[in-house]
């Protein structure tokens, strides 16, 4: 027996993998069975559950001429739609599966990227329900020349997971680490039911998270 086919056997017995005839040409890869047994298997195993930096995704940009306002400053709508990709592949690591935005809220702008300037665009996965994932995002921008960085955005994006179908799926929940990620998750479940409520989808009543932010419990 080989060193690879050694190495089949005990993929079988870490993952419980039953053979259906224990023969020695099941243990080649030459056989038109193995690469299927071996994907099957994998494809049904599903992760429950998933670190928040494990969702990270940072994406830079140059803000050039055709980026600018009539000011010389990067413009509102260019600036979503990288933040929207950023946030998107976020959501998609975070989900292993195709993504739709589902919402965007809370944008503030704080300060101008001016032309010339390098954007920074943090996206990561806040926090996951059962088959939606808010997104929280952080844009810096940064003067190479002065060597001068600066805060100039913050949303969060909402995502839907889709199966091969087009239909909602299910998404691993969210193991936050840091006491940011904590806070950002905790403040994640307030934040849907306003999205909620303003969407008519949940009454004012229902919202227990609201309630008990008001109530100062």
Request: with cysteine; proline share 5%; charged share 20%.
């Amino acid at each position: 027996m080989t060193v690879k086919n050694i190495h089949f056997l005990f993929f079988c017995l870490c993952f419980n993998f039953r053979l259906p005839t224990i023969t020695p040409r099941y243990f080649t890869k030459q056989h038109p069975l193995y690469p299927t047994l071996i994907f099957a298997k994998i494809s049904s195993m599903k992760i429950t559950s998933k670190k928040a930096s494990e969702s990270l995704v940072v994406m830079t940009e140059l803000v050039l001429p055709n980026d600018t306002n009539v000011f010389g400053n990067l413009m509102g709508g260019r600036l979503m739609y990288w933040m929207d990709i950023a946030s998107a592949l976020s959501a998609q690591k975070h989900a292993n599966a195709a993504v739709v935005t589902a919402s965007v809220d809370n944008i503030s702008f704080e300060a101008p990227i001016l032309l010339g300037n390098v954007v920074y665009i943090e996206a990561k996965v806040s926090r996951a329900f059962t088959s939606s994932m808010e997104v929280h995002i952080s844009v810096w921008g940064e003067d190479l020349k002065r060597q001068h960085k600066y805060k100039s955005n913050e949303a969060y994006y909402t995502f839907v997971a889709l199966n091969a179908e087009g239909k909602p799926s299910p998404v691993p929940q969210l193991i936050p680490q840091s006491s940011e990620e904590q806070k950002l998750y905790e403040g994640a479940m307030r934040r849907r039911q306003l999205r909620l409520i303003l969407g008519g989808k949940m009454k004012p009543d229902e919202a227990v998270e609201l309630k008990a932010l008001f109530n100062g419990k």
